[in-house]
């Protein structure tokens, strides 16, 4: 059973501060989406990852995914308050099942 | 404009009644998920279509039910046997490996 673990659940940092989310999951996969969510809102793609070894960056985020340690990390560098908000990992099996698995989301909030 | 709409935005639930939530998409989309948010739990899979006619539960599927007669609508309908209903719906379709999500239903028990 495919199941998709963050940590942490709760991030308090200040602005210009780095750091790390982490999402482990439980089976093989080399398909793994980052999201972000806005209180009330509905959530916003920000990175799919398909291969071992892969990292995007936009802007201040940047994400990679060890298929190997079945880890993906979101790093934020020099937050900002705008980054405010919580990040979900999800990954998608590698077989043909189409289910895809969330993780309960990194509440992440940046202090000015 | 192409997209996924889920409607109503604000759904009430009397005890012992059914509610459809509606998700329909233009994009042609096969593959369609309805997911369950609750506060610290994240998004949980509800149920998932990879073509018309076909659907497959997901992680937690009882006191729901799906169709999938057509490419671009996937509803959902919450039953009497989900106790405990009240949460944020979010329906989504997938093209490749990206999801578009729509704005979500917030259902709530009277």
């Known amino acids: 059973e495919l199941k998709v673990e963050q940590n942490p659940l709760f991030l308090s940092m200040q602005e210009g501060k780095n750091y790390t989310i982490y999402c482990n999951y439980s089976?093989?996969?080399?398909?793994l989406y980052w999201y972000r969510q806005d209180p009330g809102k509905s959530l916003e793609s920000l990175f799919v990852?398909?291969?071992?070894?892969a990292v995007k960056q936009e802007g201040r985020l940047m994400a990679s995914l060890d298929t190997k340690a079945r880890l993906s990390t979101l790093h934020i560098t020099a937050a900002v308050h705008d980054l405010s908000a919580t990040y979900f990992c999800?990954?998608?099996?590698?077989?043909?099942?189409?289910?895809?698995?969330f993780g309960k989301g990194t509440r992440l909030h940046i202090l000015p | 404009d192409g997209g996924i709409t889920q409607s109503p935005k604000y759904l009430f639930r009397k005890e012992g009644q059914n509610v459809t939530l509606s998700c329909e998409q233009n994009?042609?989309?096969?593959?369609m998920y309805w997911y369950r948010q609750d506060p610290g739990q994240g998004l949980r899979l509800i149920y998932y279509?990879?073509?018309?006619?076909?659907?497959q539960k997901g992680d937690i599927a009882e006191g729901y039910s799906v169709s999938r007669e057509k490419k671009e609508s996937f509803p959902l309908t919450v039953t009497s046997a989900q106790k405990n209903p009240t949460a944020f719906y979010l329906c989504?379709?997938?093209?490749?490996?990206?999801?578009?999500f729509g704005s979500g239903t917030q259902l709530s028990v009277l």
């Open positions: 989504a379709s997938r093209w490749l490996e990206k999801l578009f």
């Open positions: 089976t093989t996969s080399d398909r």
């Open positions: 990852l398909l291969s071992n070894g």
């Open positions: 999800a990954v998608r099996a590698r077989n043909r099942d189409d289910k895809i698995i």
């Open positions: 994009l042609n989309h096969d593959a």
């Open positions: 279509s990879q073509i018309v006619n076909d659907f």
